[in-house]
């Protein structure tokens, strides 16, 4: 079975500092791979996500993610965070191909960004 | 466009009681899933269903759990006689009809916190 592995539960950063959160997973098959973000009392919205390609992917808000396969890890980065970055964030992970609709969640990481 | 509306967001239920989260999907949205996150966990996939169908419910337990999508109205998870070991979020998630590459874009709500006292 997958299994999605976040590594910091939770991170406390000054605003202008720089992110990067960590996720690894455990499937050898092809994946496809998503960062969500759930904002205090909101729901869970998709940050970015990576199908296949360039393995740098962009999504909102100036985040970016970087698949790297030899190392199952699909970390997400923010070069200078914001007091509005304070929320949680899920790594998800599904088997790839069109069709996966099975997601499997990290445990989540909780930033707090402090003005 | 509203998104994928979860109520209520909170419930309060005693041990033996039934406990009813209804979700609505994004409209024109056909598929709905269901996951469920204990205190501590990831997001843990429960099932997937259509209009009327069950597709996969591999991820619910084997009693007193139960999920429908009617063909008018919200879908509804229903967890009959619940236990202390019920509490948690649980999250519905929808996407649209058409491509099978859809299904891998869910778009969640925000999520209904059941406490058992």
């Known amino acids: 079975a997958q299994s999605v592995s976040q590594h910091n539960h939770h991170v406390i950063l000054s605003e202008a500092a720089s992110l990067e959160l960590g996720c690894n997973y455990s499937y050898g098959g092809t994946v496809n791979l998503f960062w969500y973000v759930q904002y205090p009392g909101q729901h869970l919205q998709l940050l970015l996500k990576?199908?296949?390609?360039?393995?740098l992917v962009k999504g909102i808000k100036g985040f970016e993610a970087e698949f790297i396969k030899s190392k199952f890890s699909f970390n997400l980065r923010k070069p200078s965070v914001q007091w509005s970055d304070t929320a949680e964030y899920f790594c998800a992970v599904n088997e790839g191909g069109a069709g996966s609709y099975q997601l499997t969640f990290g445990k989540g990481t909780k930033l707090s960004v402090i003005p | 466009n509203a998104g994928v509306m979860q109520n209520p967001r909170h419930l309060v239920r005693r041990r033996g009681q039934e406990a009813r989260l209804r979700c609505s999907p994004m409209k024109g949205h056909s598929h709905v899933y269901w996951y469920r996150q204990l205190p501590e966990e990831g997001l843990k996939f429960m099932v997937y269903?259509?209009?009327?169908?069950?597709?996969?419910e591999s991820g619910m337990p084997k009693e007193r759990f139960s999920a429908e999508f009617p063909k008018e109205g919200p879908s509804i998870l229903r967890i009959q006689q619940v236990v202390r070991g019920d509490s948690a979020a649980y999250f519905c998630a929808s996407s649209p009809p058409g491509s099978p590459l859809a299904k891998n874009i869910q778009y969640f709500g925000a999520g209904t916190r059941l406490s058992v006292l």
């Open positions: 990576y199908f296949s390609g360039d393995p």
């Open positions: 269903l259509q209009k009327e169908n069950i597709i996969d």
